[in-house]
């Protein structure tokens, strides 16, 4: 029996991944990632880094983040500590979903992940102070094709939250996607 439920979303490609969690009175054991089990339910990624962020004040934004081809990344994220509003765009040139977003509440008690493929941008807004966030990435960051896009874009109209966040500089003046679009360079490719 796999440890492990992946559950479909409206970004095809983007799943949530719901983890067993076993409890007694001590607290709980739980996988949050098994190779083989996630390769049985037809996710083959060899990630090669972890990042761990802590979040102090409550309405911080982090985001939206993403690599450019040929160092884009696909990220398996969740929340260890406290709990974001994670948000997951289509930068996928021909995607039926292209500048589409979804949503998902990760929580320390959910224990949720979600697993952000390449082709996506990635943010999160904390909802309570003191939150930690851990993900895994299959590439290396590189600075030079790392790339945001502005949370407050008003072609994707994102329902953050909060409407006066906590950003870094970087966030706070990351061009929207109409700024970005040549530079994009995920193309969609279709399933047969």
Request: hydrophobic share 40%; net charge negative; with cysteine.
């Amino acid at each position: 029996m796999n440890k492990f439920k992946k559950v479909e979303t409206p970004l095809k490609s983007v799943y949530i991944i719901e983890p067993t969690a076993f409890y007694d009175e001590r607290g709980f054991f739980m996988e949050s990632y098994n190779k083989r089990e996630f390769e049985e339910l037809g996710i083959f990624i060899d990630f090669v880094q972890d990042n761990h962020s802590l979040s102090v004040k409550a309405g911080t934004l982090r985001g939206l983040h993403f690599q450019i081809e040929p160092k884009a990344q696909t990220k398996l994220v969740r929340c260890i500590k406290g709990a974001i509003y994670d948000v997951i765009v289509d930068l996928r040139k021909g995607s039926p979903t292209f500048g589409k977003w979804i949503s998902v509440i990760l929580t320390e008690e959910n224990k949720r992940q979600v697993l952000v493929p390449k082709g996506f941008a990635h943010g999160f807004l904390t909802l309570v102070p003191n939150t930690e966030v851990v993900y895994k990435v299959d590439e290396y960051w590189y600075p030079e094709y790392d790339r945001s896009l502005l949370w407050c874009d008003p072609d994707l109209n994102i329902d953050w939250p909060a409407r006066d966040p906590i950003l870094s500089p970087k966030d706070k003046n990351a061009p929207t996607l109409k700024e970005i679009l040549e530079e994009i360079n995920f193309v969609y490719k279709k399933e047969v």
